[in-house]
């Protein structure tokens, strides 16, 4: 975005991101757009977060607060809940500490931005005068759900069959984020938090486009006027092209692979391309079932298996061969951008989703927990830009079943490719001058003055 003549002094904004990748990447890349508007960006993370970044934009200052895990971060914890539940105690305290001196050193904030998942941010920032402006990092139906429930419109565990809520298309028990189920709901009431003191936020703003949530987002604005889409929050090379430089998100806890020139001698639209996040673990049987499935594919594919998970390969599976390519990390954006790509097998975190869409690459969901189910539901049946898998009765998604959704995709998916190509045209007209999350974030940067 250019700079706004009307930006009189530099507002300063301290942007709270949660410690985890898929988080800090869109918070970041919002933080890059502000920037770009004049704004004095401080990112604020953990420090154990911060101890172990490979690399960080150099015009956004860094801040560390602690989690009460400064050492081993979430691993530490022993499990999610444990984890939030203390961060919950010791994060406050410390951010506030971070304001008191950023206070005695005349460093003035204007406002805090902060992920939702804590909302004790907006609490504290309003202690100290602050302006907080809440960012959403999942999509509009997923706050939807979640947001019923805060009403006490929802409840766990779920017993209806079929799920009404305003403005959103039917949902059935496997599109629900699994925080409904059994095995997973000891987390509801973490991700249901969110919504607790929302109303009292200065403004909310969610990482989607107006034209991709209308229906739902028409209804929020409703309930919250100061609700706004400020999305995709993707590198702008691969979306608007306005800052041609701006290829990554900038901030990484991976060191990057090579696999470009890997993909450069492959045939347009000829590859799979797998990956299922930076958090989500396989049991030895699904893993078996991919393996296969790849093996016997006749197509090309480029693997991402995280180095904890490689243990589960096979012995006798080869990592690079022509055919196929398994690394640890890659840069997603730029393999979703690369013409040889046909095909993305994902989990369906909503980052994954949004850089898909913004590419205009179709998908075979695999959903696996948290909001994926929800995602994928949209995928499938509202976007059509893709196909869910189908599991068995242990959960599991067979080699044969996966092998006939990417065959029905490279050989058959004209439609969904079409789809997926109109979307990235919507996306890319909400973030360039005139659409609707350009003037958004204009209307934002110039509130803060």
């Given amino acids: 975005m250019e700079k706004k003549s009307m930006v009189k002094k530099r507002a300063h904004c301290l942007v709270l991101a949660y410690p985890a990748q898929g988080h800090i990447n869109p918070m970041l890349q919002f933080s890059k757009l502000l920037e770009n508007q004049g704004v004095r960006i401080t990112l604020v993370t953990t420090r154990f977060y911060y101890n172990n970044l490979q690399r960080v934009p150099p015009s956004i200052a860094l801040e560390t607060i602690s989690d009460g895990f400064d050492k081993g971060g979430p691993g530490e914890a022993g499990g999610s809940k444990a984890y939030l539940d203390r961060f919950r105690q010791v994060g406050p305290e410390t951010f506030a500490e971070l304001l008191e001196k950023l206070g005695k050193s005349n460093d003035h904030v204007d406002c805090v931005i902060y992920n939702s998942l804590l909302p004790w941010a907006l609490d504290v920032a309003k202690r100290f005068g602050i302006a907080g402006a809440a960012y959403l990092t999942q999509n509009m139906a997923v706050n939807s759900i979640y947001y019923h429930v805060q009403l006490g419109k929802l409840q766990a565990p779920l017993i209806e069959q079929e799920i009404s809520l305003p403005a959103l298309p039917k949902l059935h028990l496997q599109d629900m984020p699994s925080f409904f189920f059994y095995e997973d709901l000891s987390l509801l009431d973490l991700v249901v938090s969110q919504f607790s003191n929302i109303d009292k936020a200065d403004w909310i703003l969610c990482n989607t486009f107006y034209d ?238």
């Fill in 212 to 449: 991709l949530d209308k229906e739902i987002t028409d209804w929020f604005m409703k309930i919250w006027p100061k609700f706004k889409t400020i999305g995709p929050n993707i590198p702008s090379y691969f979306l608007d092209k306005q800052c041609e430089d701006d290829q990554d998100y900038g901030i990484t806890q991976f060191k990057s692979e090579e696999c470009m020139e890997w993909l450069d001698d492959k045939p347009k639209g000829s590859v799979v391309y797998v990956s299922f996040g930076s958090l989500v673990t396989f049991g030895e049987e699904q893993m078996k079932e991919l393996v296969c499935c790849l093996r016997e594919c006749s197509n090309y594919f480029l693997w991402v298996v995280r180095a904890s998970e490689q243990i589960k390969l096979p012995k006798d599976f080869e990592k690079r061969t022509d055919k196929g390519l398994v690394v640890t990390w890659c840069p997603q954006v730029k393999i979703l951008a690369h013409e040889a790509v046909g095909c993305f097998v994902t989990h369906c975190g909503w980052n994954s989703i949004l850089e898909t869409l913004c590419l205009g690459v179709p998908i075979v969901a695999i959903p696996c927990w948290s909001d994926q189910s929800t995602n994928a539901k949209l995928i499938a049946d509202v976007w059509k830009i893709g196909i869910r898998a189908p599991v068995d009765e242990k959960k599991v998604v067979r080699q044969e079943a996966l092998k006939h959704c990417i065959k029905e995709i490279m050989d058959k998916g004209k439609e969904m490719k079409i789809n997926a190509l109109q979307w990235k045209t919507l996306a890319v007209r909400g973030v360039s001058k005139g659409g609707s999350s350009y003037e958004n974030a204009v209307e934002f940067v110039n509130s803060l003055l």
